[in-house]
């Protein structure tokens, strides 16, 4: 008599009668098998990482399109001598802008049947030499449904092997010449290199603020089909404000007006910012109107931070209480027994006895901007994929990434953070945070709505982890008091001792791994460099905004990580979308090796690896139940 089966065993078969549904036969079982174990030899996909795109998205879209300059490697790769400097930069431009390249071949009356067979022809050899690192059905996936059946059959012509592969590769190009679909094809092909020129998508945090098109760069990533983000401390403020905080609506609203970018606001977003500027206009009739609407939004979200402050003792953010030590009597500033010269002592609204309180019109006005902030379906759109492929850290391939920093004592320990009286450090610090970060989603937690603002401003925000000093900047004279105190990770990270001490933190190989952030903007032309801490740390904000470029001296970094290891391209001027399409400009990069691997690394050694591994016992197990009798095959 057989022994009752336990409950894991229950579990089990019940398990693998699920995956009989998908699998049905051995020879099913048999083919899956054969197709999961070759591909875990593969070279491991390529891994792009990008980090503060701040809203600019000219400079982004160029990027995206060339893949960071890959395409063109690979197109000089391909073609060395045998075709000009100037063939392959017009080459690499209908790569980049096939729709806008192949128009303007038209509008030039160049748009010959030999061209469009003889770019054809080209964009095969480069996706020919770029698909051979993926499996032949993973391929097949990345190619537009509508020519997968042509361009699969393209690609497994050889036309140098044979005169019948010859003729055949050439009726098949002549035929898409003849019915008219050239063009289309051109474009699924140059969506195909991309696609291939790039396996896996990082963006390390901040879309928004000081850029003005950052609704156009979550357009889109969102049509990406394999990303994945940490949130900056720009985003989240961003994200608490379309959840309802009245507070993240103020910063996000002052942000735009500070750096001139309104239009986000009114055109991607359609939220009106006309009653604040006639309420602005009123007040302050002596500024312009940009500026009187900056300072009257800042004067509300001062107070409205008053408030959350006081609300929120866990968020140590009791020294950000300036409104109250403001001296509206003798117009100056009074903080730890000094006097501080005010650069404006006209404070209209507010009460000096009750600093922190909203006047009516500023309540109508903001209960105004909360409607259009969480009633705006584009912006609740693209937050919610903020929510869905992002977070506060992420563990991939045996790198950790994340935006800000983990909050470090002097010594370099793991500082200790206390909310509601529980205490928290290290990982299972950020762990909370984005938990935390996420009841806010649905707007009815005003602790967690409140935490955005924490998230985006606090001293021990693993976000932001500095103490911004914005009413000083706006207010006061001395610039002494401009200077903003920074977590000593942002110092630490320098030491190699301490990443080690942080990837262990989270599991990861400190010997093999690499922490990835941005954040903090590195100054390459003051000497200052992106990898830290022998290869251990890499800081990838090199300024992407524009409004950086003068303090960076570059336009931005890309991080690449592929089958042989890492190194980062330092992007010095972008052409932008007229001048690529005009002269053929391209991006200019100077690349650094920061790692080289003596072998490649495979599928199999990935996180994806693991997955396969798992899927490959999965069956393994199901064969066997096959074979033993306990489950039956279909015939």
Known sequence: MKAPMTSLQKQKHRYLRLLAEKYPTKESVYSNLIHLQASLSLPKGVEHFLSDLHGEYELFYHIFNNC????????????????????????????????????????????????????????????????????????????????RTVITELLNTHPEADHAQFIYHKRLLNMI?????????????????????????HIVGD????????????????????????????????????????????????????????????????????????????????????????????????????????????????????????????????????????????????????????????KNIMSDLKSFFTESENLRRHVDFLYKHGSVYTCFNGNLLFHGCVPLNEDGSFAEITFDGKKYKGRAYLDFVDQLARKAQSGKDQRALDFMWFLWSGRISPISGREFRTFERMFLEDESTWKEPADPYYKLINREEVCERILEEFGLDPEEGHIINGHVPVKVKKGETPVKANGKAIVIDGGFCRAYHTKTGISGYTLISNSRGLRLLEHQTVADVKEALKNNKDIESVSETVELQSKNTSVGETDEGKVIQEEITDLYNLLTAYQNGTLKPKD
């Open 207 to 362: 879309f928004f603020d000081r850029g003005n098109r950052p609704d156009a760069i979550m357009d889109m990533v969102m049509n990406y089909p394999s990303i994945d983000i940490q949130w900056g401390n720009h985003d989240v403020m961003w994200m608490g404000a379309a959840c309802g905080s009245d507070v993240c609506i103020a910063g996000v609203v002052r942000n735009s007006l500070r750096y001139n970018n309104t239009a986000v606001l009114e055109k991607g977003y359609a939220i009106s910012l006309r009653p604040l500027s006639l309420f602005a206009h009123r007040i302050y009739p002596d500024e312009s109107p940009l500026k009187a609407s900056e300072k009257a939004m800042s004067i509300i979200m001062f107070k409205l931070e008053g408030q959350l402050i006081k609300r929120n003792p866990d968020f140590q953010m009791d020294n950000r209480l300036m409104l109250e030590h403001v001296d509206y009597n003798a117009s100056c500033f009074r903080m730890n027994r000094k006097r501080y010269e005010l650069t404006s002592a006209y404070f209209p609204t507010i009460d000096p006895k009750n600093p922190y309180e909203l006047t009516d019109e500023e």
């Open 68 to 147: 960071s300059g890959v395409i063109k490697e690979k197109v000089d790769y391909v073609f060395g001598a045998r075709l000009t400097d100037d063939e392959k930069a017009e080459f690499c431009t209908l790569i980049y802008y096939p729709k806008e390249k192949i128009q303007q071949i038209i509008d030039e009356r160049n748009n010959t049947p030999e061209w469009y067979r003889e770019n054809l022809a080209r964009l095969l050899e480069v996706t020919k030499l770029m698909s051979y690192k993926y499996p032949l059905a993973k391929v097949r996936s990345f190619i537009p449904q509508s020519y």
């Open 177 to 201: 010449v003849q019915v008219d679909g050239a063009s289309d094809f051109i474009i699924a092909l140059t969506m195909l290199i991309k696609r291939l020129a790039v396996d896996h998508m």
